[in-house]
């Protein structure tokens, strides 16, 4: 048996994903719709909580808003739900394989704040070192929505870079470039 080649990928698909026959309408009309990848934190003690998501809208206003929609049932969920506070951060190409791991699809050995990234604290949850753009919001409702819950949260701090964004379209990873 011989090992993969450096970057190459071991499945040509993503290997939990349903077969196209079994995917709804809906699910496949939101998978043309190009979505930014943005990774969500809370800091619940003893231990951060962090979740990649692609359903993520963010509306302007006097507070301006973010919405995101969570399993109910994950750690971010529940940390959020305690904490009352979260990020939402604007990930770029280069945070692929962080995106993968925060999403489930990558190992996280020891932890998913365990990747060798560097992390600062905030009063919102913990935020990447090297992310451009960043809010910090403060939970102000939650409902259901779907397969999920929809957050709703008041930004309190908004952080503006200049990255590009890593883009989401029919379950892969782009650039805009």
Same mark, same amino acid.
């Given at each position: 048996?011989?090992?993969?080649?450096?970057?190459?990928?071991?499945?040509?698909?993503?290997?939990?994903?349903?077969?196209?026959?079994?995917?709804?309408?809906?699910? /496949? #009309?939101?998978?043309?719709? $190009? %979505? @930014?990848?943005? +990774?969500?934190?809370?800091?619940?003690?003893? !231990?951060?909580?962090?979740?990649?998501?692609?359903?993520?809208?963010?509306?302007?206003?006097?507070?301006?808003?973010?919405?995101?929609?969570?399993?109910?049932?994950?750690?971010?969920?529940?940390?959020?739900?305690?904490?009352?506070?979260?990020?939402?951060?604007?990930?770029?190409?280069?945070?692929?394989?962080?995106?993968? /791991? #925060?999403?489930?699809?990558? $190992? %996280? @050995?020891?932890? +998913?704040?365990?990747?060798?990234?560097?992390? !600062?604290?905030?009063?919102?949850?913990?935020?990447?070192?090297?992310?451009?753009?960043?809010?910090?919001?403060?939970?102000?409702?939650?409902?259901?929505?779907?397969?999920?819950?929809?957050?709703?949260?008041?930004?309190?701090?908004?952080?503006?870079?200049?990255?590009?964004?890593?883009?989401?379209?029919?379950?892969?990873?782009?650039?805009?470039?």
């Amino acid at each position: 048996m011989t090992s993969p080649e450096p970057g190459a990928q071991i499945h040509a698909t993503h290997p939990f994903a349903d077969p196209a026959g079994v995917r709804g309408p809906v699910r /496949r #009309f939101r998978a043309r719709m $190009p %979505a @930014p990848v943005t +990774l969500w934190t809370a800091n619940d003690d003893p !231990r951060p909580a962090g979740l990649t998501l692609a359903s993520t809208q963010v509306v302007d206003g006097n507070p301006g808003r973010v919405f995101g929609q969570l399993d109910a049932d994950s750690d971010l969920y529940e940390a959020i739900h305690h904490t009352g506070a979260f990020t939402v951060q604007l990930l770029a190409p280069r945070h692929q394989d962080l995106a993968d /791991r #925060f999403g489930g699809l990558a $190992p %996280a @050995p020891g932890g +998913l704040f365990r990747g060798g990234e560097r992390w !600062r604290d905030t009063a919102f949850g913990p935020v990447l070192e090297d992310v451009g753009s960043w809010v910090g919001c403060r939970l102000a409702t939650t409902r259901d929505a779907g397969w999920g819950r929809l957050i709703e949260g008041t930004i309190e701090e908004v952080t503006v870079g200049d990255d590009e964004p890593l883009l989401y379209y029919r379950g892969r990873y782009h650039r805009l470039g």
